[in-house]
């Protein structure tokens, strides 16, 4: 669907959980929504030491930052559940 074809209501919904996902970005860090992050005491971090976002999405070298859309989705649930 493209964003000119939502209802007032829809966009308005689309846009609070845009914001949600950016404050949750913010609030974790980029690395945490990689899929090639190391966890560890609610922190992430990149698996090559010595890169982090967004170099590793730039230098070329592999592995380069793809989204992990089950982090998403769960940082999403949580937002919804405690916001």
Known sequence: MNA???TGPE???EVAAAKRLR???LKKGPCFFCMHRIEGFELAAC???GRSF???SAD???PAFE????AMQKS???GVSHG
């Open 76 to 78: 999403e649930d949580e």
């Open 54 to 56: 967004p170099l590793c």
């Open 11 to 13: 966009r308005n919904c």
């Open 23 to 25: 404050s949750a970005v």
């Open 60 to 62: 070329g070298l592999k």
């Open 67 to 70: 989204l992990d859309d089950a």
């Open 4 to 6: 000119d074809e939502y």
């Open 47 to 49: 698996s090559t030491f």
